[in-house]
């Protein structure tokens, strides 16, 4: 399953998800740029549990070296591949909890769950000899909050069936329960860290997210969060929009409701909409004309439904226009 976008529109643009994103590939092309001395670099970097727990170990670096990798870790990557996959996640789920915690606290809260997930590995591996890296830890807790903010909200997800792309709609608490239950399972069949993952620090950071999310809540917006808001609030939406449809029978019409932003109403603009259809989704692009009211119908020909006449019916969109 691939998790292509959710459905809860955020307020504001992601400025601090975006710059840890940004972070993480710069990190990741200075890692790359080692070359031979790589390895070394992540072994001074990462996060190596048996350099706090077996003094002969320890001696050979220095306490702020100790101290820098609970925060370097979690900026390093074990290939292209890994980072892609985290900065993706991190991007889908990311935006909405930092919308709802403003990007103060959210930048608190994620460092704080990446900590939390390197210390839950530190003690779930003491004596373990091999770095831990990477950013799933803290993205966990970003996943762990996001469960708890839209348990609701559905995750548009591409599901390969032998080649044939399909587009489902999975509700999150669902999408993100079977996540946990794959990394708690895995965790408690394994070491903790099988075939380089940590899968305890995923765990750890996960229910990490879940605490600390309902601390930071407490904790008051500084005045600065509002202009941030104000100054970054969105001007449109996104560009692949879920549309869920209604029909009755014996009406070949199908209907829907398509959402924008005053900008985009006054100077047109072009989605795509995928519809749920039976088991699967079916997309398609539709142009918003420049100067669209709000509450206009907006007619796709020939995409309704098939009668037994073999008259077909119209896709019919109202739109809403929303700040």
């Excluded at 350099?51 to 002969?56: D, I, Q």
């Excluded at 306490?63 to 390093?76: E, G, P």
């Excluded at 993706?88 to 789920?93: E, G, S």
């Excluded at 909200?153 to 399909?166: K, V």
Aim: net charge positive.
């Amino acid at each position: 399953m691939i998790p292509i976008r959710d459905t809860t529109r955020s307020r504001t643009y992601p400025i601090v998800n975006n710059i840890i994103i940004g972070l993480n590939v710069l990190v990741f092309i200075v890692e790359i740029a080692q070359g031979s001395r790589q390895n070394q670099f992540i072994i001074t970097y990462g996060l190596v549990p048996a350099r706090y727990s077996v003094p002969a170990i320890a001696s050979y670096f220095t306490t702020s070296q100790q101290i820098f990798s609970f925060f370097s870790f979690m900026f390093l990557h074990g290939g292209f591949w890994h980072l892609l996959a985290n900065m993706w996640f991190l991007y889908i789920f990311g935006d909405n909890v930092e919308d709802r915690l403003g990007p103060l606290r959210y930048i608190v809260f994620y460092l704080l769950c990446g900590w939390a997930s390197g210390i839950f590995h530190l003690i779930t591996n003491w004596h373990s000899q091999v770095p831990t890296i990477g950013a799933s830890g803290a993205i966990a807790g970003v996943m762990g909050a996001y469960l708890v903010l839209y348990p609701n909200s559905r995750i548009l997800t591409l599901i390969p069936i032998f080649f044939i792309p399909y587009f489902v709609e999975i509700p999150a608490f669902f999408f993100l329960g079977l996540w946990f239950f794959i990394q708690f399972f895995s965790a408690a069949a394994s070491h903790g860290q099988a075939g380089g993952i940590a899968w305890w620090a995923h765990v750890g950071g996960f229910i990490s997210g879940i605490i600390l999310l309902k601390v930071s809540e407490r904790v008051p917006e500084a005045g600065v969060t509002q202009k941030l808001r104000t100054a970054t609030s969105r001007k449109k939406t996104p560009r692949l929009k879920v549309v869920r449809t209604q029909s009755s029978v014996g009406d070949p019409h199908i209907y829907g409701t398509i959402s924008i932003t005053p900008q985009e109403a006054h100077f047109g603009t072009q989605k795509l909409i995928n519809v749920p259809w039976g088991f699967h989704s079916r997309i398609f692009r539709v142009t918003v004309p420049p100067g669209v009211k709000d509450g206009t119908v907006l007619r796709l020909p020939g995409l309704g439904k098939r009668l037994e006449g073999g008259e077909k019916g119209d896709l019919l969109l109202k739109v809403q226009i929303r700040p």
